[in-house]
């Protein structure tokens, strides 16, 4: 009845009405009139009155019950809708709470201008980057804040934005109090609650870390794709170098002063030095240089090469040489430290045209030992400072530079699990500082002068086995000059054969990567024949590949190509030397 919204009118007798679970002291009831209390909306309950003593409710008291009963049934529909927009005002406030939250700490500028490019809303970041609050940005267009071309260009864009109803991305730098940054700006129609276009809303975001982040990545798949071009030639190029500069020392040697060719074949031999050079520092930043880590005191190497330094540096360059003294010892390969002082000095050289003054400095600085190379030059913009560390980068005039001297620093500190910082600003010097990790162990290894001069003669008998006539027949001529009696083979099968044949064989002087065989697979059979023969390794594959036949480990005698004849007969005199045999 109450749900049906019909009012209802009836009698009850005295045994149905002392059945009821009225009050105890209710009176009986004999008639009854039930009204609902409703809305339009909802039915709230009812009302209902009784009698006794043969009241009777007629049509009038049902209409005055209807309308009582409608009076009640508006007042909880009021308060209904009070209570239900309490709730709707309540989660409102709490929405806009919610979004004024994200506005103020997203990342992000946010700006919405009106037709006329003027500001009508825009969040904390957008004024802080203007350097004035939010009120004094509110109600003013761009032409207040930015440069009038500036402005204008920003306004353009918004009147395409509008005109075009589509939304606009651009990637562009900006000038963030004279620092270079880099912004994704998002241009939006605004529309308003009919869907007119009233403005536009634009959202910028600063992209310049991960555009940073995508240029290293460039860098890296750049690097990568030279070290696999460097490392794929490698062996090949210096076969041919050892050939060069091995042929042009044995012609120099035989040449007398006066000899009008001996100048031809020095600019030769001096070519081929640059060509192994530019190998090595391919190889150094794409880290596939074969290297030799061993324990150092930096200060002995920065030290020790002083008087080198004098040579190259011109005069006009001041060199002062600051160390810090008990300084923990590095684990680095020593050839690859020399060449990162080398390159850092002639970089700091080439920076001072007309003069000044390099200084090499050591230090602890926090758990690192560096390594300080500041110049007194015209210093780099930022752009340059962004390239240095490309490969083939440079600001030197064509045929001035290869654009591989940062790189191979780079690449060398990186691979001993350090980096190099650089600070400079143009007109104040350049200040490079490079951080090594301190060695586990603490006791350097004694470093040798540079100069020293060693014995490299000898009488012992050399077995040479490589692949490449050229090259056999050149490591023969070396040793030959060197006092050495020399047997060679082109294979492991012939080498096997001449070892049967001369037991006299002191040290086999062998190529590590063979097409029959390998040199560790050679000398171990060689070994099996004669237990006290040496062994020498030789190879101009990258790291990787001779890593693989196990020769770079320690205790293994090993030449890297190209290599003179000095550094032949180091190397056989050092391993006929040594105590033990080598295999």
């Known amino acids: 009845m109450v749900d049906e919204r019909r009012v209802a009118r009836g009698t009850v007798s005295v045994a149905e009405s002392s059945g ?53 049934g508006r007042i909880f529909e009021l308060e209904h809708e009070i209570a239900e927009r309490l709730i709707a005002e309540a989660a409102l406030r709490e929405s806009e709470q919610l979004n004024r939250n994200l506005l103020e700490h997203l990342p992000h500028r946010i700006v919405i201008n009106d037709r006329q490019s003027v500001v009508r809303f825009c969040n904390a970041n957008y004024a802080r980057e203007l350097g004035c609050p939010i009120e004094e940005v509110v109600g003013r267009d761009a032409f207040r804040f930015h440069a009038p071309e500036l402005a204008a260009a920003y306004h353009l864009d918004d009147q395409e934005v509008m005109a075009s109803g589509i939304t606009k991305n651009i990637e562009e730098p900006y000038d963030a109090g004279g620092v270079k940054r880099w912004v994704h700006t998002v241009k939006v129609p605004y529309r308003d609650a009919r869907g007119e276009i009233t403005g536009v809303l634009v959202v910028v975001e600063d992209i310049t870390a991960e555009r940073d982040r995508e240029l290293q990545y460039q ?31 044995l012609l120099a040697e035989d040449m007398t002063e006066q000899d009008p060719h001996r100048t031809d074949v020095l600019e030769i031999q001096t070519a081929g030095r640059r060509a192994a050079d530019l190998t090595r520092q391919l190889l150094a930043f794409s880290r596939k ?21 004098e040579r190259l540096i011109r005069e006009d360059v001041k060199i002062v040489v600051r160390v810090t003294p008990d300084m923990p010892p590095i684990e680095v390969d020593r050839g690859q430290l020399e060449q990162v002082v080398l390159n850092l000095a002639l970089n700091a050289r080439d920076a001072m045209p007309t003069g000044g003054t390099l200084t090499i400095e050591t230090a602890c600085l926090g758990p690192h030992v560096a390594l300080v190379v500041t110049d007194t030059g015209g210093g780099m913009s930022p752009e340059v400072q962004a390239r240095i560390f490309e490969p083939f980068f440079t600001t030197k005039p064509v045929g001035h530079g290869t654009g591989l001297g940062l790189a191979s620093v780079q690449g060398v500190v990186a691979r001993c699990g350090g980096r190099v910082d650089v600070t400079s600003e143009a007109g104040k010097g350049t200040t490079f500082t490079v951080y090594f990790p301190p060695a586990a162990a603490q006791m350097p290894c004694p470093l040798e002068p540079v100069d020293a001069e060693r014995h490299l003669t000898g009488s012992e008998t050399i077995l040479v086995v490589e692949d490449a006539d050229g090259l056999r027949a ?4 070396m040793l030959n000059r060197l006092g050495y009696t020399v047997l060679t083979a082109a294979t492991a099968d012939d080498a096997i054969q001449v070892c049967r044949e001369h037991p006299e064989i002191d040290v086999l002087l062998t190529d590590v990567v063979m097409p029959s065989s390998s040199g560790p697979e050679l000398s171990r059979q060689l070994v099996d024949l004669q237990p006290s023969l040496r062994v020498v390794y030789m190879s101009g594959y990258t790291e990787d590949t001779v890593a693989r036949h196990g020769v770079l480990l320690p205790g293994i005698a090993f030449l890297a190509k190209p290599f003179t004849a000095e550094t032949l007969g180091r190397t056989i005199r050092g391993v006929l030397d040594s105590s033990q045999p080598q295999s």
């Not at 009225?22 to 309950?45: E, R, Y």
């Not at 290297?291 to 090469?305: A, E, Q």
């Not at 050149?474 to 001529?477: A, D, E, K, P």
């Open 20 to 72: 009821r679970p009225f009050p105890p002291a209710h009176p009986d009831v004999q008639t009854f009139i039930i009204a609902p209390l409703a809305s339009p909306t909802h039915v709230h309950g009812w009302i209902c009155l009784v009698g006794n003593d043969d009241v009777v409710f007629d049509a009038e008291t049902e209409q005055q019950l209807l309308a009582l009963a409608g009076h009640v």
């Open 219 to 249: 860098q890296a798949e750049k690097m990568e794709a030279v070290g696999r071009l460097a490392g794929g030639v490698a062996h090949d190029f210096n076969n041919l170098l050892t050939a060069i500069l091995g042929y042009c020392e």
């Open 289 to 309: 240089e074969i290297i030799k880590p061993t324990v150092l005191d930096l200060n002995n190497v920065v030290t020790g090469m002083r008087v080198m330094l």
């Open 474 to 477: 050149l490591t023969s001529r």
